[in-house]
């Protein structure tokens, strides 16, 4: 008879669990996937493959010089976009490899990008502008690492500062000029496909 209670609690504890969103109607994602999607084109210019010098500044103050590619390209039928840069050295050793996706939330009407890099994952805000984007990495309760890149012509530079709240003068740690090389199939092609 017990088992008879827990298997009926089984059949209807869901039945109950749905019965209010059944009552508010089927949920219909199309608006939200339309808004994500008209929002996500401020990003198309980045779409492609990219190839350039990047340098970085050491310890030391000296720079360091690698060859910097990236890849972009739409996911979930535009509603994202991917990214993965790869840092090269002189002798073909990936030494930077990082892996972002950028959204569109229609609720709060702002755009994130959820990035991975060097061992740390983190979501931050990022800002379509008309020649570029920005983006900030909060680094303790001193400094904010600022990100601000310009495409035009083909090119992407992006620069990213150290800035410190107590007002001194930003610092430049990174830079890169990536050449857009041409279009990509990535992410979206290779997909598996049903049979």
Same mark, same amino acid.
């Given at each position: 008879?017990?088992?008879?209670?827990?298997?009926?609690?089984?059949?209807?504890?869901?039945?109950?669990?749905? @019965?209010? /969103?059944?009552?508010?109607?089927?949920? +219909?994602?199309?608006?939200?996937?339309?808004?994500?999607?008209? %929002?996500? !084109? $401020?990003?198309?210019?980045?779409?492609?493959?990219?190839?350039?010098?990047?340098?970085?500044?050491?310890?030391?103050?000296?720079?360091?010089?690698?060859?910097?590619?990236?890849?972009?390209?739409?996911?979930?039928?535009?509603?994202?976009?991917?990214?993965?840069?790869?840092?090269?050295?002189?002798?073909?050793?990936?030494?930077?490899? @990082?892996? /972002?996706?950028?959204?569109?939330?229609? +609720?709060?009407?702002?755009?994130?990008?959820?990035?991975?890099? %060097?061992? !740390? $994952?983190?979501?931050?805000?990022?800002?379509?502008?008309?020649?570029?984007?920005?983006?900030?990495?909060?680094?303790?309760?001193?400094?904010?690492?600022?990100?601000?890149?310009?495409?035009?012509?083909?090119?992407?530079?992006?620069?990213?500062?150290?800035?410190?709240?107590?007002?001194?003068?930003?610092?430049?740690?990174?830079?890169?000029?990536?050449?857009?090389?041409?279009?990509?199939?990535?992410?979206?092609?290779?997909?598996?496909?049903?049979?």
């Amino acid at each position: 008879m017990r088992r008879l209670i827990v298997a009926g609690l089984m059949v209807v504890a869901p039945l109950a669990m749905a @019965a209010p /969103a059944m009552a508010q109607g089927a949920y +219909d994602p199309a608006p939200r996937i339309a808004a994500q999607k008209e %929002a996500m !084109r $401020a990003f198309d210019f980045l779409d492609g493959e990219w190839r350039g010098p990047a340098k970085t500044q050491l310890a030391d103050g000296s720079w360091h010089t690698i060859t910097q590619t990236e890849r972009v390209g739409p996911m979930l039928d535009g509603t994202v976009k991917v990214i993965e840069g790869r840092g090269y050295e002189a002798d073909g050793r990936v030494s930077f490899n @990082a892996f /972002a996706v950028i959204s569109y939330n229609p +609720d709060s009407k702002a755009y994130s990008m959820r990035s991975y890099a %060097a061992g !740390r $994952a983190g979501d931050y805000v990022i800002a379509p502008m008309p020649t570029g984007f920005t983006w900030d990495i909060p680094a303790g309760p001193n400094m904010t690492i600022h990100y601000e890149a310009t495409v035009k012509d083909g090119v992407w530079t992006e620069v990213g500062t150290r800035v410190f709240k107590n007002g001194g003068e930003p610092v430049k740690f990174v830079e890169l000029t990536v050449t857009r090389l041409g279009d990509t199939g990535w992410p979206a092609g290779g997909v598996v496909a049903p049979n």
